[in-house]
């Protein structure tokens, strides 16, 4: 019964293409392959693993180095629009200086004409 159970596997595998150049000659063979496939899984699925724990470590650095980047911007822009605040009020005071310049101009230059 067992010999019959091992031409039936023997006759399954052979029929797979993708086990086409393997013939088992004993149950053990067929076990040990069973084990290597299994092992092979596992490995497979352990690297998957890693590679989505390593895939959630990058995307979680690069959403802190956005956060990072964004509120650098942030603070950039924000210097900008106080130097162009600065900037404003400095020519808003020397506009005002050149008028009472102006002004004070004017006021001489009709002392000189009357």
Do not use: G, P, W
Request: hydrophobic share 35%; charged share 25%.
């Amino acid at each position: 019964m067992a010999q019959n159970q091992l031409h039936q596997l023997n006759s399954c595998v052979r029929s797979s293409k993708i086990f086409d150049e393997f013939h088992f000659s004993s149950s053990q063979q067929f076990n040990d392959f069973n084990k290597m496939v299994i092992t092979a899984k596992q490995k497979q699925s352990y690297q998957i693993y890693q590679l989505r724990n390593r895939l959630k470590q990058l995307q979680t650095t690069l959403n802190v180095n956005s956060m990072e980047e964004l509120q650098f911007n942030k603070d950039i822009n924000a210097e900008i629009n106080n130097q162009i605040q600065v900037v404003k009020e400095v020519q808003e005071e020397f506009k005002q200086k050149l008028l009472l310049t102006v002004e004070e101009a004017r006021k001489q230059l009709q002392v000189i004409i009357s």
